[in-house]
């Protein structure tokens, strides 16, 4: 399939998709309190970045999923921080801009944009930032799922998938 041809079936599934939505939250009532979204303020930022996600798809740049996910991403944050009033969050929320980064990449690939390597790389990106969220989660004392010693065995863990996915490399030739 044609890197045209891709654009255009993303394009057609993402429009699907959004009419499928609005004539189910008019069938289905019990929809209707998820279409009732308060737009506030973020939904701007989120929208913001569905626009530069619809100019790559116009313009068969692939490449601009990864700043329309961080832009998207970022109005999430927004979202969640301004329905809660819990700004200070960002102390660990900021690492998942790096997930963000890794879902652009993998989004990318699936548009056309040498699929294996993006999505290699996406999943790695998504990985640190996971962990990295969960340690600084953890350090700020906001979440607790680990015990004492979360933040220490999260990095080892992350080490150790850092070594293994060199010594994979490694042996490939790469």
């Known amino acids: 399939m044609s890197?045209?041809?891709?654009?255009?079936?993303?394009?057609?599934?993402?429009?699907?998709?959004v009419g499928v939505w609005f004539i189910a939250v008019r069938q289905v009532p019990i929809?209707?309190?998820?279409?009732?979204?308060?737009?506030?303020?973020?939904?701007?930022?989120?929208g913001a970045g569905v626009i530069l996600l619809l100019i790559g798809l116009v313009t068969d740049a692939?490449?601009?999923?990864?700043?329309?996910?961080?832009?998207?991403?970022?109005?999430?944050?927004l979202y969640y921080q301004n329905?809660?009033?819990d700004w200070e969050s960002w102390n660990f929320m900021w690492t998942l801009i790096f997930g963000f980064i890794g879902v652009g990449n993998i989004l990318a690939g699936l548009l056309g944009d040498d699929l294996r390597h993006n999505f290699g790389h996406g999943v790695?990106?998504?990985v640190i930032s996971a962990v990295l969220f969960l340690i600084?989660?953890?350090?700020?004392?906001?979440?607790n799922i680990l015990g004492n010693y979360g933040a220490a065995g999260l990095l080892i863990?992350?080490?150790?998938?850092?070594?293994?996915?060199?010594?994979?490399?490694s042996r490939r030739g790469g």
């Open 62 to 77: 692939p490449r601009m999923a990864i700043p329309a996910a961080i832009v998207a991403g970022v109005g999430g944050i």
């Open 31 to 46: 929809l209707k309190p998820f279409a009732d979204l308060n737009f506030d303020w973020p939904f701007y930022v989120i």
């Open 3 to 17: 890197r045209q041809n891709r654009t255009q079936l993303a394009l057609g599934i993402l429009l699907v998709l």
């Open 83 to 85: 329905m809660s009033q």
């Open 124 to 126: 790695n990106l998504i």
């Open 136 to 143: 600084f989660a953890m350090i700020f004392n906001r979440i």
């Open 157 to 169: 863990l992350l080490g150790l998938y850092v070594i293994g996915r060199g010594l994979m490399r």
